[in-house]
């Protein structure tokens, strides 16, 4: 079975117009390493500016936030908003799109930090 997105759908990815499951639209919009540290992060603390996230995702690289922050926004994910200041100001928040991805992600972030707790416990008590 093949799935494809609607027509007038202005997020679809050029040369990326069919699925063969619906699992696969999904990764392609949260795959990859930070885009869903993003996402979890964006719908943990709410709304925030690049250097916050950057200095919260460490070790990511501006280079590679700013990249998947263009991806984000570009699905409709997040939302991008450019406050006239000096300096400009910059804030990311979730889409009612992204917020949608709650049932999704919720349950992976909190595994996510289980695990790692898990880790840091059997890391000092010596358990592998």
Known sequence: ????????????KPG????????????ERI????KTAILCLLAEQGSMRNG???????????KMLTQQLKELEADGLILRTVF???????????TDSGRSLGMVLDPLCEWGKRFVNTIK???RTGIK
């Open 52 to 62: 916050e996230m950057l200095r919260t995702l460490s070790p990511v690289t501006q």
């Open 1 to 12: 079975m093949t799935y494809e997105p609607n027509e007038g759908n202005a997020n679809a």
């Open 16 to 27: 990326n117009t069919k699925y063969h499951n619906p699992t696969e639209a999904t990764l």
């Open 84 to 94: 006239s200041e000096v300096p400009p100001k910059v804030v990311y928040e979730l």
């Open 31 to 34: 795959g990859g390493k930070w």
């Open 121 to 123: 416990r059997d890391t």
